[in-house]
């Protein structure tokens, strides 16, 4: 339970010292004011046109306007996030280089036995602002027998071992979600992995699965057209592209899971720096056009200023966490 030692005092701390003071030679022109002097860096961990990209890049998009000049977006792929979030870590703390930093990353992989991981996220990084929540939702393919929650988790009843969910991989949040579903359901369900949610959709739509929860923005089209069917929404919010249907909640009480994406800053980045960043964010994604953008990807803004989102940090890592120790969950 390291992890978020740390993170658990940033919302009293955060507005002092940014964890820990600034290196004065990497910072000098920041402490002139002198911010930004060249173009800032949004470091992304995941591939160009997945749904944690889109909204690097719709940031980049909002933030222009109050930087005077729109950061330039990179791609570092590979070890969940981890790559990405090391490449931040040995950044110059001069507000230059943030990473788009996902829930999993963060709440997740520090604390999986057996993860491999560059760098500890408590103490390297420091949380800016939450963007966005992401809607998740649980799916089965439009020819499944499956109609409900309530049928899909008695035929799992019946068939104990037998039906399966999809993940994006081991660790990540859509392995979790299935995994908290089954132990507070009472029952037994395969997992089987991917190399990433979009091909665990494609073997959901195929039947080879029986099931995903993932994010509404990696099901959205194949629900609109007919490949997926919708069962219920998993985060206990919903979205107002599909207003009628229920939460697992409804049939599992006290399930939810969280998915998110925010951003975050190289240790010692000073606190007025992270407020900076937090303001443009906030300023330039609070309005109708990013919302309705946003919600096309079955996302919400969710703009959490640094103590609110080192909070949600926090929690999430508790609450994974114990879904971890209970399942025994652990990278191989």
Not at 176 to 201: F, I, K
Request: with cysteine; glycine share 12%.
């Amino acid at each position: 339970m390291r992890m978020f030692t740390a993170l658990a005092g940033t919302a009293r701390v955060l507005g002092l010292a940014a964890l820990l003071a600034p290196a004065p030679l990497a910072l000098s022109r920041a402490a002139e004011g002198v911010f930004p002097d060249r173009p800032p860096r949004i470091i992304g961990g995941f591939a160009p046109g997945g749904t944690s990209d889109i909204v690097a890049r719709l940031v980049a998009e909002a933030v222009a306007p109050a930087f005077g000049q729109r950061p330039v977006v990179e791609n570092r792929t590979g070890a969940n996030g981890a790559i990405a979030a090391e490449a931040v870590a040995r950044a110059a703390p001069d507000g230059h280089t943030v990473l788009q930093c996902a829930t999993g990353l963060l709440t997740i992989t520090p604390q999986l036995p057996g993860a491999q991981m560059p760098l500890d996220p408590a103490q390297e990084l420091v949380p800016i602002v939450n963007v966005a929540h992401s809607t998740q939702v649980m799916v089965v393919a439009a020819q499944s027998p499956y109609q409900d929650v309530a049928g899909f988790l008695a035929a799992a009843r019946r068939q104990p071992g037998r039906l399966s969910y999809a993940s994006a991989g081991i660790g990540s949040v859509s392995h979790l979600s299935g995994a908290r579903l089954a132990q507070q359901a009472g029952l037994g369900l395969v997992h089987v992995p991917y190399r990433g949610a979009a091909l665990g959709v494609v073997d959901v739509v195929a039947g080879r699965a029986d099931t995903i929860i993932t994010n509404l923005g990696d099901v959205v089209a194949q629900i609109q057209g007919g490949g997926l069917r919708l069962l219920a929404f998993a985060d206990g919010i919903g979205s107002p592209l599909f207003p009628e249907a229920p939460q697992i909640s409804a049939t599992v009480p006290g399930y939810a899971v969280s998915g998110w994406f925010g951003l975050c800053g190289p240790r010692g980045m000073p606190a007025g720096l992270v407020a900076r960043w937090a303001a443009a964010v906030r300023q330039g994604m609070d309005t109708p056009e990013m919302r309705r953008r946003l919600q096309e990807l079955g996302l919400t803004p969710r703009l959490e200023e640094p103590a609110r989102f080192a909070e949600t940090i926090a929690q999430d890592h508790r609450d994974w966490g114990a879904v971890i120790r209970a399942g025994g969950i652990r990278v191989e």
